[in-house]
């Protein structure tokens, strides 16, 4: 209880929050009527923060839960379970824990890959060995929020526990409902800590500018941009649910958004990189750069590397520039069909989106546009809310693309 690990991303106050937040960016229709059922915040708030639970524990199931392929389980024994019917209320309550589920484990990869490594630049002064950055930005945002409510666990425990064994990991109920019932601990601290100005001094001095910036819309990968990928990915993911391919695969989100202006020029800087959002899981082996084009409006080419942030698995792919980007020029970003997935299907179309180095026209810049394409008082809780953030593999300000 006295250990604090390193820990960065996203806290379990930040994941909740992000699932709320997503809900309005979900269209009009069957998914936003589940999502956005007050009836189902149980089990989406469950779900969303079940991966982190057995962190403290030293489970295996905590890494397992967050990615793709575990979740493709559960996703595809809720298909087998109700036939593709989901206006039940227990179908609706399953499917509603595997929304929680999808958003942490997307929430991760954009924070990580956006927030966190621009959080590496402008807070290299920090101590990101001895102190962790999901408590300190979790307490930032719960000071700007309120933080989240603490609501009873849920979970199909029995199922969740086969599904695991399927996935080769031995885990049985009761440390699955002990895991959870730290998640709850944590988002009570998240809010305690959120609410007490001695707390609030302490983490944001801590990790300064991603305390500050929490809910900065301007800055790629907080909060309010998590939100904006989780929609898409949910629409994703609903859309297997019924063994569809979703309208908006295979790039759901771009950073910078599409038809974005005043992107930086330095290749050197974090903020030049271009980043792509893949609807499902990349083969990180058979990924190479001639799946990716950057052209200007004359048809020059721009050299880029493709660095798969997570690696297999994973979705966030960062197209790094060899060189400066010429000011004051459109491009157009190509990702062409053949990107390779791991449940062994490949995107089926090319999928493009714009940006430029010019000004802004005359009017207001858009947000949150998608993809064109389609000191005390917190004391005894440091311990476990450190244990609680220990983290998966992470990149490190040291680390270069790959």
Same mark, same amino acid.
């Given at each position: ?7 960065? !991303? ?22 936003? !009527? ?32 967050? &990615? ?58 920090? @101590? ?9 930005? @979790? ?14 666990? &849920? ?134 750069? @001639? ?15 493709? &660095? ?72 005894? &809780? ?21």
């Amino acid at each position: 209880m006295l250990l604090v690990a390193a820990a960065l !991303a996203n806290g379990l106050t930040s994941h909740v929050t992000i699932s709320e937040y997503a809900i309005d960016h979900v269209p009009d229709g069957e998914l936003e !009527a589940l999502v956005g059922d007050p009836e189902l915040w149980l089990q989406l708030q469950n779900g969303t923060q079940f991966p982190d639970g057995g962190y403290p524990l030293g489970e295996a199931y905590a890494e397992t839960a967050h &990615w793709e392929p575990f979740q493709d389980r559960y996703l595809e024994w809720i298909r087998s379970a109700y036939a593709e019917d989901y206006s039940g209320e227990e179908a609706r309550q399953h499917v509603a824990f595997l929304m929680g589920l999808a958003s942490h484990g997307m929430g991760d990869q954009v924070f990580d890959s956006l927030y966190m490594q621009r959080a590496y630049v402008y807070d290299a002064g920090s @101590d990101w060995e001895g102190t962790s950055m999901d408590t300190a930005t @979790d307490v930032g945002l719960a000071a700007q929020t309120g933080g989240q409510d603490t609501v009873d666990a &849920w979970a199909d425990w029995d199922t969740l526990v086969a599904l695991m064994a399927d996935a080769g990991v031995e885990v049985d109920a009761d440390t699955l409902q002990q895991g959870q019932a730290l998640t709850q601990i944590a988002i009570s601290f998240g809010r305690s800590a959120g609410a007490d100005p001695g707390q609030q001094a302490i983490y944001e001095a801590q990790f300064p500018w991603a305390y500050a910036h929490i809910l900065d819309d301007e800055v790629h990968g907080s909060p309010p941009w998590e939100a904006r990928v989780v929609a898409m990915y949910w629409q994703v993911r609903w859309a297997r649910l019924f063994g569809e391919v979703a309208e908006i695969e295979p790039l759901i989100y771009t950073f910078p958004p599409a038809g974005s202006y005043e992107h930086p020029t330095d290749a050197l800087s974090v903020e030049s990189r271009l980043t792509l959002v893949m609807s499902r899981g990349v083969m990180g082996d058979l990924l190479v750069a @001639d799946m990716f084009e950057v052209a200007d409006a004359e048809g020059n080419t721009y050299a880029v590397s493709p &660095w798969l942030f997570y690696g297999t698995g994973s979705h966030a792919i960062h197209l790094i520039p060899s060189e400066d980007w010429p000011a004051d020029t459109d491009f157009t970003v190509t990702v062409k069909a053949g990107v390779p997935f791991i449940d062994g299907t490949y995107a089926e179309r090319d999928a493009s989106f714009t940006f430029s180095t010019a000004p802004w026209p005359e009017r207001e810049p858009p947000i949150g546009s998608a993809c064109s394409c389609q000191s005390g008082s917190g004391g005894a &809780w440091l311990g476990l809310v450190g244990l609680l953030a220990l983290r998966r593999r992470r990149v490190g300000c040291d680390a270069a693309p790959r």
